[in-house]
């Protein structure tokens, strides 16, 4: 099985193919600056992503309600209700961007997503826990090549701080203090923390084999990594690059460690680590509270899903009568 390594990059807001007599006028460069800093850039390769899959089916931009909900009956043969739905948040985002009309709110096309959803359902594929065992089976099949090193790192931090494969590949040096209690890593931005507020990440000295302090400060020893981005690509030779990993790196990185380890690699992602760290602390019996300040989530409703499987199993009336 083989992976490929990705390295960041960003899309447009404002569709390449959008009639532009659409607009009521002209948009200054300063405004269409503005509108692409509104957006994260994970964001904006999300829209453009979709944007481009809407038009390799030969339709542009602005579409017609028909032309819609040919779309959506065309792709509910072969994707998820939660794709088909991300897809019309972009096509709707992308109308109002250019000043058109938007088809996806006509009940034409709410007709044909009501349709689709019940036909296919709507229960979401969630990303496979990674739980704590399995991370350090993952983890005592690494090696000490230089890109095992890394790996350790990357995922001992990612786990150790919940976070989001965005917010991963972000971290710079500088985001990192070292103290006399283990470290503190800032988050300086997030899906959910758009505007720059951060939030800070207490990372106590591991009790166990693997730490994710020792691994950290060993991957930027051997990388000799004083400043900028710390996770980085990698070339076939094993040489150290200097641009940051992408988010579908991180991704990855989880599939190809966790198939090394005897697991099957399909149903995990990089947010297994952030799903399995937020299982794990709750079978462990950390409050909601407490995993909150690690997940960054802002409400109780925000962990649910995480919980769902710890909640299943709690004083479950199974067990009560088996």
Request: hydrophobic content about 45%; overall charge positive.
């Amino acid at each position: 099985m083989t992976f490929v390594e990705h390295h960041t990059d960003t899309g447009s807001l404002v569709p390449v193919h959008a009639n532009r007599e659409a607009l009521p006028g002209i948009i200054s460069v300063n405004v269409q600056r503005l509108l692409s800093n509104s957006l994260a850039d994970n964001s904006k390769r999300a829209y453009a992503m979709d944007i481009a899959h809407f038009e390799a089916t030969g339709r542009r931009l602005p579409a017609t309600p028909a032309t819609i909900a040919e779309y959506l009956a065309e792709g509910a043969a072969t994707y998820a209700v939660a794709t088909l739905q991300r897809r019309l948040a972009s096509i709707s985002k992308a109308h109002r961007a250019i000043g058109a009309d938007d088809p996806t709110k006509s009940e034409l096309v709410c007709a044909a997503l009501r349709g689709v959803r019940r036909t296919l359902g709507v229960k979401q594929r969630q990303a496979k826990a990674l739980l704590r065992n399995d991370l350090f089976a993952v983890l005592d099949r690494l090696g000490d090549r230089t890109k095992d090193v890394r790996d350790r790192a990357l995922l001992l931090l990612g786990w150790a701080c919940a976070m989001r494969r965005s917010e991963l590949v972000a971290l710079d040096v500088s985001d990192v203090e070292f103290t006399s209690q283990g470290m503190l890593v800032t988050v300086r931005r997030s899906k959910t923390d758009q505007e720059g507020a951060g939030r800070e990440i207490a990372v106590p000295f591991g009790r166990t084999r693997h730490c994710p302090i020792a691994a950290l400060k060993r991957w930027l020893e051997i990388a000799a990594i004083t400043a900028g981005p710390i996770f980085r690509g990698m070339d076939k030779h094993g040489h150290i690059l200097p641009e940051r990993l992408s988010g579908e790196a991180v991704t990855d990185v989880v599939k190809l460690r966790v198939s090394e380890a005897g697991y099957d690699p399909s149903g995990f992602s990089a947010h297994s680590m952030r799903s399995g760290f937020a299982t794990s602390a709750a079978m462990a019996g950390a409050t909601s509270y407490r995993i909150r300040l690690v997940t960054g989530h802002r409400s109780e409703a925000g962990l649910a899903p995480y919980l769902r499987t710890v909640d299943l199993f709690d004083d479950s009336a199974a067990a009560r009568v088996l």
